[in-house]
């Protein structure tokens, strides 16, 4: 095995902890343990850090793909080093506060930078695995080629049938009504839950619970939306930083809605929801300019947190 290769295997290892690391912050933000996130975060970005410094210093080539695909999240570096030095340091102090939006722009950041990186790796591999192909006797590649079209065979059949199981949002459900304990997570593919008198779980409580959803919404172009959620008990939603839509009170079934326009491309989704007591329900529709009437949203257009995690892992 020649320097290059080892050197690439050696970096897929090191980005995959990495990745680890960056996953179990994500988790960490979800349930709002914002101390606790920023200092995972840090050792993440340290290792990510660290695996790019390494990687330029030692591969001609790495460090000219680097200079155009990671220029963008470089920008931000100096400045998300400094901001998780120091929620380090506020993560040792009981009044620390830490900024939560600038949290997630740092995680945006960390996952732009794994994505960009793991590729450049696996780049890498595609021109040693077709040479040793090509080395290979007539009857070893007849092999290849089947085991090839049996995988893709199977691939193609997992996607038609299960392709967009993992598309939805993440959520994470609570017992209690703020969000005080974790009873279970789970990628729910839409919003459309009319629970009634029974639990929204097997085993899991009926009444005095709360549940949160996160992850991304995709536009495929630019328009204004009108979301409405209908919703026994309380209900609030945010679009990227914007609070679209707030009623956070006990009620029989109410609808609200909230207008924002939305430019093409993934926007973070965050939607919180609480049941006191009684029936439950809750159902989150869209209106697009494109559309004729509101309606639930696809699970289509639905990503969990970890959106890119399939190219990465």
Same mark, same amino acid.
């Given at each position: 095995?020649?320097?290059?290769?080892?050197?690439?295997?050696?970096?897929?290892?090191?980005?995959?902890?990495?990745?680890?690391?960056? #996953?179990?912050?994500?988790?960490?933000?979800?349930? $709002? +343990?914002?101390?606790?996130?920023?200092?995972?975060? +840090?050792?993440?970005?340290?290792? /990510?850090? &660290?695996?790019?410094?390494?990687?330029?210093?030692?591969?001609?080539?790495?460090?000219?793909?680097?200079?155009?695909?990671?220029?963008?999240?470089?920008?931000?570096?100096?400045?998300?080093? =400094?901001?998780? $030095? &120091?929620?380090?340091?506020?993560?040792?102090?009981?009044? !620390?506060?830490? $900024?939560?939006?600038?949290?997630? #722009?740092? /995680?945006? +950041?960390?996952?732009?930078?794994?994505?960009?990186?793991?590729?450049?790796?696996?780049?890498?591999?595609?021109?040693?695995?077709?040479?040793?192909?090509?080395?290979?006797?007539?009857?070893?590649?007849? =092999?290849?080629?089947?085991?090839?079209?049996?995988?893709?065979?199977? *691939?193609?059949?997992?996607?038609?049938? /299960?392709?967009?199981?993992? &598309?939805?949002?993440?959520?994470?459900?609570?017992? !209690?009504?703020?969000? $005080?304990?974790?009873?279970?997570?789970?990628?729910?593919?839409?919003?459309?839950? =009319?629970? *009634?008198?029974?639990?929204?779980?097997?085993?899991?409580?009926?009444?005095?619970?709360?549940?949160?959803?996160?992850?991304?919404?995709?536009?495929?172009?630019?328009?204004?939306?009108?979301?409405?959620?209908?919703?026994?008990?309380?209900?609030? /939603?945010?679009?990227?930083?914007?609070?679209?839509?707030?009623?956070? @009170? &006990?009620?029989?079934?109410?609808?609200?809605?909230?207008?924002?326009?939305?430019?093409? *491309?993934? +926007?973070?989704?965050?939607?919180?929801?609480? #049941?006191?007591?009684?029936?439950?329900?809750?159902?989150?529709?869209?209106?697009?300019?494109?559309?004729?009437?509101? @309606?639930?949203?696809?699970?289509?257009?639905?990503?969990?947190?970890?959106?890119?995690?399939?190219?990465?892992?």
């Amino acid at each position: 095995m020649d320097n290059t290769a080892t050197l690439r295997e050696q970096a897929l290892k090191k980005i995959n902890h990495a990745y680890k690391a960056y #996953e179990s912050a994500v988790l960490l933000y979800e349930i $709002d +343990h914002l101390a606790s996130t920023g200092v995972v975060a +840090h050792y993440a970005f340290t290792l /990510l850090s &660290q695996l790019i410094r390494s990687l330029r210093e030692a591969d001609s080539e790495m460090k000219s793909l680097f200079e155009t695909d990671l220029k963008s999240c470089l920008i931000h570096w100096e400045l998300d080093q =400094s901001f998780l $030095d &120091q929620v380090l340091v506020q993560s040792q102090s009981p009044d !620390g506060v830490v $900024d939560s939006l600038r949290l997630r #722009e740092v /995680l945006d +950041h960390m996952e732009h930078a794994l994505i960009v990186v793991r590729r450049a790796l696996e780049k890498r591999t595609g021109v040693s695995f077709f040479k040793r192909v090509a080395s290979l006797s007539r009857l070893s590649k007849i =092999s290849v080629v089947v085991s090839l079209l049996i995988v893709l065979a199977i *691939g193609l059949f997992s996607w038609s049938f /299960l392709g967009d199981r993992r &598309q939805g949002l993440t959520g994470t459900y609570f017992k !209690g009504e703020n969000f $005080d304990r974790i009873g279970f997570v789970r990628i729910d593919p839409t919003i459309d839950f =009319s629970w *009634g008198a029974k639990p929204p779980l097997p085993n899991f409580p009926r009444d005095h619970y709360s549940v949160r959803w996160i992850g991304y919404i995709y536009m495929k172009r630019a328009e204004k939306v009108e979301f409405t959620a209908a919703s026994d008990d309380g209900v609030r /939603l945010w679009v990227d930083t914007y609070n679209v839509i707030d009623n956070w @009170k &006990q009620q029989n079934e109410a609808t609200t809605s909230g207008v924002i326009a939305l430019g093409a *491309g993934y +926007h973070m989704v965050k939607l919180e929801y609480f #049941e006191s007591s009684g029936v439950s329900s809750l159902h989150l529709f869209w209106k697009r300019e494109s559309d004729a009437k509101r @309606k639930i949203i696809p699970r289509k257009y639905l990503y969990p947190i970890n959106k890119f995690s399939s190219e990465i892992k």
